[in-house]
């Protein structure tokens, strides 16, 4: 399912799509090695205009893998990425176009959950199974799946996220070492998802609740502390203020550039 150049270019991720007998080798090369079930993930097709998901699930149902458990379909094609709403209409049709012939597979969408409710809006979608896959949701909101357990939207105070980022670079710190290598591994990726988590308006900053994915924020907001204000910059130069926070100074002359671009405003 992954839309970046660098992976369908080489024929991976959505490209797989298009390539039916490298994919079902695939599929029998892993369900063979592995003991556990596996899941398929894809998106509706190269082309918005032309999806073919259906097609392919039906075809994967026939091929009769015993080890596929699931197949995951993202609502949107290759070539919108992240534009656009999820169609979860056409994720419906992708969950009937299965034959009566062959024993079903779970079909479990994914595209736009941001809230609890949003969860639970796609889990009513006909045809789908009782459940919906979180994506850019969780990594801009990790307590996500807290709200869809708890069914609330969680007006998170600035502290308790801040707690969560502690946690974070704990693990790091824990997997990579904490010699200059590791803190330096550490705040890359640290930095990567504050990429992600500066899209996050909190609840109470809200005029109409809950925000929505395709919804940002204005260039510049004010929290109701300054912490919470830091968080919701969109600027990588204050990302790096709050990796400063977590990780101590970094060193002179850095600069931060996110792998997600559009995600960022330069400070200049």
């Given at each position: 399912?992954?839309?970046?150049?660098?992976i369908?270019?080489?024929?991976?991720?959505?490209?797989?799509?298009?390539r039916?007998k490298?994919?079902?080798?695939?599929?029998?090369?892993?369900?063979?090695?592995?003991?556990?079930?596996?899941?398929?993930?894809?998106?509706?097709?190269?082309?918005?205009?032309?999806?073919?998901?259906?097609?392919?699930?039906?075809?994967?149902?026939?091929?009769?893998i015993?080890?596929?458990?699931?197949?995951?379909v993202?609502?949107?094609?290759?070539?919108?990425?992240?534009?656009?709403l999820?169609?979860?209409?056409?994720?419906?049709?992708?969950?009937?176009?299965?034959?009566?012939?062959?024993?079903?597979?779970?079909?479990?969408?994914?595209?736009?959950?941001?809230?609890?409710?949003?969860?639970?809006?796609?889990?009513?979608?006909?045809?789908?199974?009782?459940?919906?896959?979180?994506?850019?949701?969780?990594l801009?909101?990790?307590?996500?799946?807290t709200e869809?357990?708890?069914?609330?939207?969680?007006?998170?105070?600035?502290?308790?996220?801040?707690?969560?980022?502690?946690?974070?670079?704990?693990?790091?710190?824990?997997?990579?070492g904490?010699?200059?290598?590791?803190?330096?591994?550490?705040?890359?990726?640290?930095?990567?998802?504050?990429?992600?988590?500066?899209?996050?308006?909190?609840?109470?900053?809200?005029e109409?609740?809950?925000?929505?994915?395709?919804?940002?924020?204005?260039?510049?907001?004010?929290?109701?502390?300054?912490?919470?204000?830091?968080?919701?910059?969109?600027?990588?130069?204050?990302?790096?203020?709050?990796?400063?926070?977590?990780?101590?100074?970094?060193?002179?002359?850095?600069?931060?550039?996110?792998?997600?671009?559009?995600?960022?405003?330069?400070?200049?």
């Amino acid at each position: 399912g992954c839309p970046l150049d660098l992976i369908c270019n080489k024929g991976a991720g959505a490209g797989l799509m298009q390539r039916e007998k490298k994919l079902k080798q695939s599929l029998i090369g892993i369900t063979n090695t592995l003991s556990c079930p596996i899941t398929v993930k894809m998106r509706t097709g190269w082309d918005e205009k032309k999806p073919f998901a259906h097609e392919l699930v039906s075809k994967i149902q026939s091929w009769g893998i015993g080890g596929v458990a699931a197949v995951m379909v993202h609502g949107r094609s290759r070539l919108q990425r992240y534009q656009k709403l999820a169609n979860w209409e056409y994720i419906s049709q992708v969950a009937s176009s299965q034959s009566d012939d062959f024993p079903r597979i779970p079909i479990i969408g994914n595209g736009d959950v941001f809230s609890y409710s949003d969860y639970e809006e796609k889990i009513k979608v006909d045809g789908v199974n009782a459940t919906a896959m979180l994506g850019r949701g969780a990594l801009i909101k990790p307590w996500l799946p807290t709200e869809i357990k708890e069914r609330r939207h969680w007006d998170i105070s600035a502290s308790e996220r801040l707690d969560i980022l502690k946690k974070f670079v704990n693990f790091g710190l824990e997997h990579w070492g904490s010699d200059q290598k590791g803190v330096n591994n550490t705040r890359r990726f640290l930095l990567e998802w504050l990429s992600f988590l500066h899209r996050y308006v909190p609840v109470g900053l809200l005029e109409v609740v809950p925000q929505q994915m395709n919804q940002r924020p204005p260039a510049r907001m004010c929290g109701r502390s300054d912490l919470e204000t830091l968080f919701l910059s969109k600027f990588s130069d204050d990302w790096v203020k709050i990796s400063e926070m977590l990780l101590g100074p970094v060193p002179e002359g850095f600069k931060f550039e996110p792998k997600h671009k559009a995600s960022s405003y330069s400070q200049a």
